[in-house]
């Protein structure tokens, strides 16, 4: 139990607040105790539907790399290739990169970061 005390008045947690109930709260959602900021993030991104192609060009223009994951999408195959399509266009407009990893995955940079497409042997 000395960690999370410890944990906890590091955080400026009082002794009213459980370090769960901290870790639980929404405010809490996007600190990360064990990591400094970075400039840049490597983010997972669900394609559920056409929508989600602005989260993810809003992240490209923030210079976060995309990892994107295309299984919701791949049960309608012309609206995946659509939406993926877009996304290119999108990528290449700015600069960026973007290459699939798996059949599940996509992979988007933003401007100014390439993928090396090609394997080394």
Do not use: C, W
């Not at 995309?66 to 993926?84: E, G, M």
Request: charged share 30%; net charge neutral.
């Amino acid at each position: 139990m000395g960690v999370f005390k410890d944990l906890g008045k590091a955080l400026g947690i009082s002794k009213d607040m459980d370090i769960e109930d901290f870790m639980n709260a929404a405010e809490a959602e996007d600190v990360d105790v064990l990591h400094k900021a970075a400039d840049f993030y490597v983010k997972p991104i669900s394609l559920q539907s056409e929508a989600d192609t602005s989260i993810v060009e809003d992240e490209l223009k923030q210079k976060n790399i995309i990892l994107l994951n295309i299984t919701p999408l791949a049960r309608n195959p012309a609206k995946l290739k659509q939406v993926v399509n877009q996304l290119r266009g999108f990528a290449l407009g700015i600069n960026g990169d973007i290459a699939r990893i798996d059949e599940d995955k996509i992979l988007l940079t933003p401007s100014n970061v390439k993928i090396v497409k090609r394997k080394r042997t």
